[in-house]
């Protein structure tokens, strides 16, 4: 009887390995994200010739802690966030948001002179571009919220030429998190619409 005991012990164990072995081979893959610039914004090009005069520095960009982490992170409230350990960003968030944001500047523009901070020594831009994100992040479903400072500075970095606030708001199309990169793509191309219409008046 104690040898039976023992044996239906090893397979319960048995068994309980197994389970839990499948249970960790059907473990949903991880999946990454990257903001991009979108399509809509290619077509803005205008005709004219690109001004090689005009440089742009994109930098520094200061995140809050919680939104600089590989996992994308959404808002379930007003003061509660979730991290999804299932969908994450390819790089660096931060990194991606001064890489896109650049690269939008460049189109809109248009010029060939943006850089991201930090830049070389020879880069000497005309105008600096400082940002400081408050929230840029959403809900799935809903909305995406930018919320950002950000001011325009001489080529020293030194006086600031002007200094803005912008709240950005985009819908989420659909409850996933791919829509959601989408609309935070989206915020991104909005702000840089904004940031570039004001360095065409300072331009003036």
Request: hydrophobic share 40%; glycine share 4%.
């Amino acid at each position: 009887m104690k040898n039976r005991a023992r044996f239906g012990n090893i397979s319960w164990a048995f068994l309980l390995t197994v389970f839990f072995v499948a249970a960790c081979s059907t473990t949903s893959p991880v999946a990454y994200y990257t903001l991009n610039t979108l399509p809509e914004m290619q077509q803005e090009i205008p005709a004219a010739v690109m001004d090689d005069t005009l440089a742009i520095g994109v930098g520094p960009v200061e995140f809050p802690k919680f939104l600089d982490r590989p996992q994308i992170v959404t808002r379930k409230s007003q003061n509660q966030i979730q991290v999804s350990e299932f969908h994450r960003w390819a790089g660096s968030f931060p990194g991606d948001f001064s890489r896109v944001l650049a690269k939008n500047i460049s189109i809109l523009l248009p010029t060939d002179r943006v850089a991201v901070y930090p830049w070389g020594e020879q880069f000497s831009p005309t105008y600096r571009i400082k940002l400081n994100v408050e929230q840029f992040d959403g809900r799935l479903g809903e909305r995406v919220v930018l919320e950002v400072t950000w001011m325009v500075t001489d080529q020293e970095g030194t006086n600031k030429l002007l200094v803005r606030k912008s709240l950005i708001e985009e819908p989420v199309s659909e409850k996933n998190y791919e829509a959601l990169v989408v609309a935070e793509s989206n915020a991104l191309a909005t702000l840089s619409r904004t940031i570039v219409e004001e360095i065409r008046r300072l331009g003036k």
